[in-house]
């Protein structure tokens, strides 16, 4: 169940101001009854919602792959005017939400959808969704250095799970290299604190998959919808991340 004006928003009718105001309007109706006052609950599977005799369209659910430019914030909206993932997004009419969230500085894959289902099961922290990046860091680590992130590394926040890290990329001059890691938790600024903990700080880092799927050759700055068997793997891992849990 959903305050009708954000179920309205949702479904393009109009701003949510302009909805609470279509709904004080005597407008809108739930069921074929008049609803006018706001805070009324409505579910938009079941409810016929009509706004001055036209029901409003169902929203269909989304799924999209982006890859974020650095120097984007993981928003829908910033006080500050910088910019936001959805400046990308203008063509899609629905309202998306990022799936979890890449920092300012990071690179890469972003899923963004309107299945918040989906999108809860993907990012709550107790799921472990397997998230791979490329890391270009300072110099080139030695192999036990990798090791040890790859056992788990002590943070300030507490011992990192154990993540699969190799040698993706060697500069032949030694100044740096770029490691390929893949982690199963989703704690703020994990990969960089990961690296900064063996000394050799984050340059670069770009996600290159998520849950199983992969940016491939996708432009940055570009967004493509996910195909059906993508979105398959993607609800596969969330039901595997979920049972990983339960055991
Ligand atoms: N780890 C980081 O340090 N930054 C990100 O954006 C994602 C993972």
Known sequence: MERLQKILAAAGVASRRKCEELILAGKVTVNDKVVKELGVKADPAVDVIAVSGKPIKRESKIYIMFNKPKGVITSVSDDKGRSVVTDYLKDIKERLYPVGRLD?????????????????????PRHHVPKTYHATVERVPHGKDLEKLQRGIKLE???????????????????????????????????????????????????????????????????????????????????????????
């Open 157 to 247: 926040d507490g011992m990192t799970a154990p993540a699969d890290v190799e040698y993706h990329d060697i500069d032949p001059e030694g100044k740096f290299a770029t490691i390929s890691i893949t982690i199963r938790e989703g704690r703020n600024r994990q990969v960089r604190r990961m690296f900064d903990a063996i000394h050799h700080p984050v340059s670069r880092l770009k996600r290159i998959s998520f849950g199983g799927l992969y940016l491939n050759n996708l432009q940055r700055g570009k967004h493509r919808r996910l195909t059906a068997e993508e979105l398959r793997t993607l609800q596969d891992a969330a039901e595997q991340s979920e049972r990983g849990q339960e055991q």
């Open 104 to 124: 300012y500085d990071t690179e890469g894959l972003l899923l963004l959808t309107n299945d918040g289902d989906l999108a809860h099961k993907l990012t709550h």
